[in-house]
């Protein structure tokens, strides 16, 4: 069965950046998509960044140009690169991974980022 686990969260200044990573394991990681969600308090969980088996990635319009998805197919790792956070950016972040893209995919427990002066 596979299991994901998030790290890389913190607390971080306006203007910082994070990595976080999305470790996945009990499967061959060559067949997940995976994306990266994002919940702040009170709110439904959005996308934020995906990557697709074949390295394509789509970002919402809300981290264009400031966050970077990749994945490192020899260490089963997903990360997400967060440069010029604010304050909106503040929720606990997910992954969660399709095995050959069919849906709803298995999640992690997240991480939480937290964005603040």
């Known amino acids: 069965q596979v299991q994901l686990v998030e790290s890389g969260g913190g607390l971080v200044q306006p203007g910082g950046s994070l990595r976080l990573s999305c470790a996945l394991s009990?499967?061959?990681?060559?067949?997940?998509?995976i994306t990266w969600y994002q919940q702040a308090p009170g709110n439904q969980r959005e996308l934020v960044a995906g990557?697709?088996?074949?390295?394509?990635?789509t970002y919402a319009d809300s981290v264009k140009g400031r966050f970077t998805i990749s994945r490192d197919n020899a260490a089963n790792t997903v990360h997400l690169q967060m440069n010029s956070l604010k304050a909106e950016d503040t929720a606990i972040y997910y992954c969660?991974?399709?095995?050959?893209?069919?849906?709803?995919?298995?999640w992690g427990q997240g991480t939480q980022v937290s964005v603040s002066s």
């Open positions: 009990g499967s061959p990681f060559r067949f997940y998509d």
């Open positions: 990557i697709t088996r074949g390295g394509s990635t």
């Open positions: 969660n991974a399709r095995y050959i893209g069919i849906p709803p995919g298995s």
